[in-house]
């Protein structure tokens, strides 16, 4: 333990740990009121939220009732099982009062005062609108209830000492209120804030600290969550083409852009849910992430796709011939999945990114259709290449498809992708 | 150039290209046609044979990356006059319509068999998930799976 991380610890955590105990006392453990004193309204707004900030992502399982949790969340400290959210008495939000929910999704503390670890992205949801936070406790309040205990987290030491998270939350959860940027659009604004609360897209694409917290100086510029990397989504964006607000718009809505490439990893079940958000949020978001992303090189002009076919069969002879045989029939010009409007590769972001987790993970565990069975599809060639074939492949796709220089660090990717599996 | 392959247990010297898929080199040079040619994109899974016990798409596993590997087909698991316990299965349950899908659906159905003799129908259906039979014969598919497993042929809910 260095002492840097050591001195302002103990009064900061009593702080909060005071703090902590105190908000026990206000209306958090009053009963939770009945379904039916829910307007249809906020219901219907709650279930917009929902899909916006996708709840689901997280909180269901696969093949799990929608919302009763238990799926599997990666850290650098161990494993966490997602809650169950739906309104269930004994295990699920039906212990929770509204005020007492509103303060677990600002404040990150439990119906009973206990802290939440910060899996649960309140460092975002602190960002949001009582009166939206309601109405997501209105929408979650009326699904239909799953009694599921909770599985417990394989957590290692301190991290699996709840408790320990008011030291976290002293070192780095000081969140602030949402400020509208004067001069700006209504729709800038709105996906602004979006982006910030509910959307929580830092939590993927903001870098995390050595104790996964968001380094908060450096928003949106790229993170690594569940084994894939969430690239930068401003100036320091590598796409090769420009993002405009039309093409993040498709990419958000559809998982696919024809300029740019897929949806995947984690990233697959929150275009799921935007595909049914409402437009015009999901509008606000991209002009939002457009800006951000307008001084880009490709948005400059300094980065544009790349095709070097000699050079990459020069350098990467083997990834050269792997390609040939295992993905040429789908990625080279003329091929059908070409003709059906598959971007190239050089209009894809991964092998534009400063890490080769993207390109490895997609040819380990290939791409499900993320918003529908039309979707963008690739099978998987984990069974059939080995860690050097795969590496072989990344190095001739970046070498090919990017002027940047190749990747270090190929064959330790590969191996770390292949332990952890297409979803981390 | 010269590449040797493992293919049902015996080696093969063959004469290819190395980014030939290895679909072609088996049933152009070797003569082992239960492999197909479906879409040609890793989509169908006519061409699914097991590449070191798993199932693989031959369409897309370039030979040169084949080397080496135990490749086992459809003909390697036995012959009309004796076929395998998993072969007579699709034939008591009449699993084949056209047939073309036929060589693919047995060598997935029995990687997965392989690692699992008792599957659950949920793992059944996870597994088959990305073989395709256009005539629509997939319950009688997955009848004959379950009857080979030592199964009730009629699914229990998945």
Redesign the interface.
Known sequence: MSPAWNTPVLPAAAAALALALAACAGGARLPPPPPQTFSAAEIEKGAELAKLADCQGCHTAD?GQAFAGGRPLNSPFGTIYTRNITPDPRTGLGRYSREAFIRALRRGVRFDGAELYPAMPYDHFAYADDEDLGALYAYLMTRRPKDQPPTPNKLIPPANIRGAVAIWKALFFHPGRFQPTPGRSAAFNRGAYLVQSLGHCGACHTPHNFLDAEETSKPLQGGVQEGWYAPPLNALSPASVPWTPEHVYSFLRTGFDRDHSAAAGPMGSVVRELARAPEADVRALSVYLATLMQPSPAAKGAARPADHVAQAAAAQPAGA??Y???CA??HDAGA??MREGRPPLQFATPPQEDRPTDVVQVILHGLQPATGPRGP???A?A????DA?VADVAAYVRARYSDRPPWKDLASAVAKARRQGGEG | MSLVLTVNGRQHTVDAS????LLYVLRNDLQLNGAKFGC????CGACTVQ?DG????S???????AQGRAIRTVEGLGAPEAPSPLQKAFMDEQAAQCGYCIGGMIMRAQALLDANPRPSE?HIRAHMQ?NLCRCGTHMRILRAIRRAAGLPVEAASA
């Open positions: 093949g011939r792997l040939a045989g295992a029939a789908c059908a999945m599809y690739m099978p060639f069974g059939t290449l080995s074939q | 190395p980014e030939t898929p040609g994109l890793g989509q590449v798993k199932a693989a798409y369409c897309l596993l370039p030979v040169a990356a949920a990305p």
